[in-house]
């Protein structure tokens, strides 16, 4: 599967929610990332961080999904960044405990 299309879709859902709030949404990649993996649990994932990217940014704030291949590496990366107040260090270990279970590889 191409992780760059499941992010575009994503990103598609969420603008609307995203304008409503003023905020800007913006997807960057570096072409296709095929790996390995369930895309609707990937897609379910993207989307929870990018909900939550909409709901805990500030008003006109802004929000970026990045998609990264390197093929060098052999490695994908996927990065949502937003300049909302961020997670409290003490909660930043639960919030990954679902997604430590499950990995995806590069194809």
Request: charged share 20%.
């Amino acid at each position: 599967m191409d992780l760059a299309a499941v992010a575009a879709a994503a990103v598609e859902f969420y603008q609307p929610a995203a304008e409503l709030r003023g905020s800007s949404l913006t997807l960057e990649s570096t072409g296709p990332a095929p790996i390995r993996g369930d895309p609707v649990l990937l897609a379910q994932a993207l989307g929870n961080l990018i909900d939550n990217a909409v709901k805990y940014t500030p008003d006109e704030g802004t929000i970026a999904v990045a998609v990264r291949s390197a093929a060098d590496a052999g490695a994908v990366e996927i990065v949502v960044s937003d300049s909302g107040p961020g997670i409290p260090e003490g909660e930043k270990p639960k919030a990954v405990e679902p997604l430590l279970s499950r990995r995806c590889e590069p194809l």
